[in-house]
Structure formats: structure tokens, C-alpha cells
């Protein structure tokens, strides 16, 4: 069995009435420090009310090696997915894979067309900023030492930075406050097991130092936002931090209101939102197409892109961040098209999964065997964002059949499956309720990267905090809003 404690006693083991003061300390220290969720609408009709996020009783165990190899890793992925951005004739190629079997991506990239000729190739804005975050899921298969796979990168609306610096402080408040007990495993809960976690901070800098770029001290940074948004607060805490750290203002829209209150001013290029001068477009929606409610916000879209506001991200960077990007980036022929330097290639390359295309490739014959024989070594993603929308194992050969017809397959990547260890328990705590089992943790490392698309030059690149989401072990997704995984800190061994 594939192991990460190898043997230890962990989490400590509590006593009832332990378990009990430690989720009330949790409960109340979450509450009081806006490490919440809006509550679900049905219970809260009034949007008022808030509760606790749902989070891990003790940090999780995670390899220091491992997580140090993923956080160095940030700044050359922040490098390479901008470099794949600025590649129109690249990604247009992609794009040729999706045309009729993806609608979606291909209206992004169609918009992104349009732009670039009313634009005539040159962008009214060349800064283009990158909040990214890259996801890993740890590997260990037999006895062999767990290692690093990366799940995905976003390059949109990657979220919960600005809660997970909160969960870090959150565990740390209660280990200080030895609610832990100190059974066998407490041992190991201790400040310089435990980081502090910049992530809410450090994206409100990548915000902050976009907006210094732009160059007008009164304009404002636009957080497009879905309406009735349940993870509000995650967003909140970066618009906090950045009025606190860059005395910016931030104000929040749904793209419907965007359509109704934004306005491109045609001679300066300014973006206005109900008359403010928009300096960052930050998108926190637009990811998926049920966002896109009107013609009027597909319109919005296009108009923000036009303008002289830098967006986060930009269309052509949003679409780089499609998981067809990743699968073609996977051949080291076409990796070392965007990274030349082979020592940092074989970095980027040793945490890749296997990633083929249901194309009429040779990769794309050998997915189709490999499916008909072993599907249940493999996960099937559609081209789609915000977690439950994948395929797994033996569901996957009935589903591809229910397809329409086999052209349709192209529109997915078959990615094999990462296997974690599997000697990791927790307690989650949900909505005040507490349940035990094995979990599997996914971490997610933020990046921050400001560059010029016209000259590619690199102004801002660094990494930016990280994320540690935990589900039970039997849950195939590990979606925190959607009800199947909590939020974590790393307890680093
Ligand atoms: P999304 O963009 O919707 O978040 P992901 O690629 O992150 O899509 O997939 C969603 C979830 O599915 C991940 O958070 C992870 O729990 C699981 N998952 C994705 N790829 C793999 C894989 N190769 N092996 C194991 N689990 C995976
Ligand atoms: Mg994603
Ligand atoms: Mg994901």
C-alpha cells in the first residue's frame, strides 16, 4: 500500500469531548475571522447569512520535498503559459480541434479573433496579467515514494486564495492553543510544521501591481463576479487587501451588469464602469458557459477586451488554460517550442501525467485501446472548468458510446489517473457536522505573472501561496462549494 506517514500516528487521536471543544473552536474562530461561505440559498433566502467553510479538523500530512519541488515550480509555469498565450498561430491550431465539438472554446477563441482584427493585431492593452493556479494530486503506486503529478493548471478564476491563507491561521490558532491534545501524532503539529500562507495577500499584490502598471492612480480593479456567488468571501479578502496594502478600490459585477453599466470610451480606449475608470478587469465568472446568460454578456466580454483595461485574464490566456492545451503540452517536442532551457523542461516535464487525445492521431489510436481494455486506469475531461464535469474509470467506455456520433470524442483528453497514498485520514467538519475517514489531498500553488504580449516581456512573475483542498478518499471530485471537499493547511513532513 502506497504510504506518506509510514506509520505514524496521525492525526492524534481525540477523545469525544476533545473532538467536540475542537469543532466548536473551529466553528467560532471561522466565523469570527470570515473564513466563510454564503449559506445555501434554500436555508437563507434573505443571502444574509454565513457559514463556516467547510474545512479539516487537523492540517493534512503533505512531503516537504514535494511541496517545496511544487511552489518552485510556479514561476516557470507562470512563464510558460504566458508564452502559450502569445501564440495565436499555436493556440489556433488547438482551436482547429474543438471547431464543432466544443462550442464554447471555440466562441472564446472566435471573440478573441474578432478582437485581434478590430484591433489589427496590435492589443489596446499589451500588459495581460495571470492569477494561475497549478494543481497536484501526490502519485505512490506499490512501495515506490510518492511523487508529484500536476491534475491541471488555471489560468481563470482560480479560486480560494483568499480563504486558505484563513484555513493555515485557523489551524495554527487552534494548535496554539493546544486543542490538539497530546496523544501519539501531536508531536508533529507545530509552528514550523505548520506555514503561514500568503495566498490572499500575494493575489491581491499580483492585482495591485497590474493596477500600479496601468498608470492611473483613481481608476479601480473590476471583480466580474456570478451573481449570487457563494464563495463571495474568498474574493472579498482580496479586495480587502488590496485597498489595505494598495489603497485600490475594487468594485464587484456580474457580467449582466457589466452589459448594462460598462462602457468603452471610443477615443481613450477606457473601460467605465458606472463611470469609473476600470484599470484591472479581474474575472471571477466567464468560465463556463452557463455564465454567458445573454448575447448582451458575450458583448460585455468583448468590449472589456477591447479596451485599454488589463484583463485577468485576457481571452487568448484564458484559453490557454483549456485542458487541451495541457494534453498537447505534454510532447517534450512541442514543451520545448515554449521552453527552451532543458534543465527547466525536465522540471515542468517530471510532474506530468500521461495525457492523450481522442483524436485520429497515433495518440489519439492508442486512447481508444487503451480504453476499450483498461479504462479504469483513466479520468475523461471534457474542455470545462469548476470541477464535476469528468468521466472515470469503467463509466467511461458507455459514455463516449452514448455520444452522438465519434467526431464528438475530440472535444475530450483521456489523463490517467493519479493515484494518492492512501494511509491519510481526517475529520472534515461540514456545516457543524463532523465525519471521519480517508482523504486524499489536492494542491494548488497560485502564481502571479504580469507580462507585455507584444513583446513578451516578463515585468512581475512570482508564486503566490498555496491551496490544500481535501475529500474523502471514495469521492471521485473534490469540488469545496459543490458539497464533496473541504479546505486544509499543509502540515508539512
Ligand atoms: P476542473 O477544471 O473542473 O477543476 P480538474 O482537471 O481539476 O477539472 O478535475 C477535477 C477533479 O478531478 C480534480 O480536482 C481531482 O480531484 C480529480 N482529477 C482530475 N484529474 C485527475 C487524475 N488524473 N487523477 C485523479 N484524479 C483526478
Ligand atoms: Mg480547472
Ligand atoms: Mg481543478
Known sequence: MSTILNGAAYPPTLTEEETADLTVALRDWSLSHGLVIRAPAAVHPE????????????????????????????????????????????????????????DFMSDLWKLHLEVEEITQGVPT???????????????????????????????????FGGLSSRAADCHRFLQKSALYGSGPGSELLKDGTM??????????????VAHNAYGASKSIVLFVVQPGERNAFDQRWLEYYLLEDFGVVSVRASLEEVAEFGELDLASKEFRYKGRHVAVVYYRAGYTPTDYTTPATWEARKTMELSKAIKCPTLATHFAGAKKVQQVLVDELVLAKFVPDNEVRDKLKGIFADILPLDDSELGKKARKLIGTRPEKYVLKPQREGGGNNVYRDKIPGFLKDLKDETLWRGYILMELIEPPQDVRNLIIRAGKVTEGNVISELGVFGCVLWDSTTHEIKQNFEAGWLLRTKFADSEEGGVAAGFGSIDSVLLI
Request: charged share 20%.
Open 195 to 208: 506555514p503561514v500562507n500568503p495566498s490572499a495577500r500575494s493575489l491581491a499584490k499580483g492585482l495591485g
Open 47 to 102: 443571502d444574509e447569512a454565513s457559514v463556516h467553510v467547510p474545512l479539516t479538523l487537523h492540517p493534512s500530512p503533505f512531503p516537504k520535498k514535494l511541496f517545496d519541488q511544487a511552489r518552485n515550480l510556479q514561476t516557470a509555469f507562470n512563464e510558460l503559459y504566458a508564452k502559450v498565450a502569445d501564440d495565436s498561430k499555436f493556440l489556433t491550431e488547438i482551436t482547429k480541434e474543438l471547431a464543432g465539438v466544443d
Open 125 to 159: 492593452q499589451p500588459l495581460s496579467l495571470g492569477l494561475f493556479r497549478s494543481d497536484y494530486l501526490l502519485h505512490a503506486t506499490g512501495t515506490a515514494e510518492p511523487s508529484l503529478r500536476q491534475v491541471e493548471l488555471n489560468t481563470i478564476s482560480a479560486s
